[in-house]
């Protein structure tokens, strides 16, 4: 496997490769913090290699295959593409992680790239970017509808992922398209849900062979889903059960800053909702005409009772935003 000596963040991918290469049957890595506080977990290598394999299956991943790393080896994400890489004897282009990926890039097809929302609404405002990728996969946050409209419309075959720390990076992926497509698992991969309507993923190629989530899910069939939300944030308001992730979803072309449902205590209904934005606080007539419109979108018990604006979100050390 090639790789270019370039650093980033903390670990280098040749400190993960030297840890990658050692002795111990295990590789340390941190969950997200997204639904919690991060924790130190300790991944085994073979359920590692397990879950390159289904990738570099889906992707017809081979010695003659390119692979772009842009994404730090601190994360999953990043040190699955190194693995990726290593077990199908690919060669791995590397470059610094930043929010304009492949900026500078010109030369070789790369048939599989990885990268974050962020980086994925950079490179779909900069197509040209992408003239030489096949295969690029978009993990680590929601795809927004604008997101999505843009990228549908590329030509490189775009995925969302369904996956986490536990999993190895993705078990699921989603064609990126219009109308949203369902996950769909990567074999032998199967999934059931729990009595909340949550998902379970059987997995027997890994070493866990079955988890279960905190995520809602439509499921269709054994192998494909569609992703509601997760079970910790889901709202009863009045005794009605809303999922604020949906919410989010039909009125994010009213925004251009960062926002999230959230709930309050109510005496008359138990939870209320409530919306909160990143930034300074709307003045009352921005507030009004939000309001105009979100009843257009959301029935009465969908609408938010509150608009709190909040100078920063917190975040996880991914860059994930911390409901509050």
């Known amino acids: 496997m090639a790789t270019a000596r370039t650093r980033l963040e903390t670990m280098t991918v040749d400190d993960f ?28 290598k073979a359920d590692m290699r397990a879950s390159a ?3 570099n299956r889906f992707f017809s991943i081979d010695s003659g295959s390119t692979l772009l790393l842009c994404l730090s080896p601190d994360y999953i994400a990043g040190k699955m593409m190194i693995v990726r890489a290593e077990e199908a004897g690919a060669t791995l282009l590397v470059e610094s992680p930043s929010n304009r990926p492949l900026e500078h890039f010109s030369g070789a097809t790369v048939d599989l790239l990885a990268v974050v929302p962020s980086q994925a609404l950079w490179l779909a405002e900069h197509q040209e970017s992408l003239n030489n ?8 946050g929601e795809i ?8 549908s419309q590329l030509h490189v075959n775009a995925y969302a992922t369904y996956g986490m720390t536990e999993t190895c990076s993705h078990v699921a992926l989603s064609r990126i398209a219009e109308p949203a497509q369902p ?19 059987n997995a027997p190629q890994f070493s ?24 910790d944030n889901v709202v009863n308001t009045g005794g009605i059960k809303v999922f604020p992730e949906e919410l989010e979803r039909k009125i ?15 005496d008359k209904w138990g939870q209320e909702l409530v919306l909160k934005i990143e930034g300074a606080p709307l003045s009352p007539a921005d507030e009004a005409s939000l309001k105009n419109s979100l009843a257009d979108i959301l029935t009465p018990h969908q609408r938010p009772k509150a608009i709190i604006a909040i100078p920063h979100f917190a975040e996880t050390s991914s860059g994930k935003v911390k409901r509050q």
């Open 208 to 231: 866990f062979n079955h988890l279960q989530t905190n995520d809602i899910v439509d499921l269709l069939a054994p192998d494909r889903f569609y992703w509601r939300g997760r079970y």
């Open 144 to 151: 927004t509808p604008r997101l999505r409209t843009m990228l």
């Open 133 to 140: 990728v096949r295969n690029m996969i978009v993990g680590g």
């Open 252 to 266: 994010a072309h009213l925004f251009t800053r960062r926002f999230y449902i959230s709930s309050r205590p109510s």
């Open 53 to 55: 394999a289904l990738t």
């Open 17 to 44: 490769l030297k840890e990658w290469h050692s002795e111990e049957p295990f590789v340390v890595a941190h969950t997200s913090g997204s639904t919690g506080k991060p924790k130190e977990i300790k991944l085994l």
């Open 183 to 201: 996950f769909e698992a990567l074999p032998p991969v199967t999934f059931a849900t729990d009595h909340r309507g949550c998902l379970a993923i």
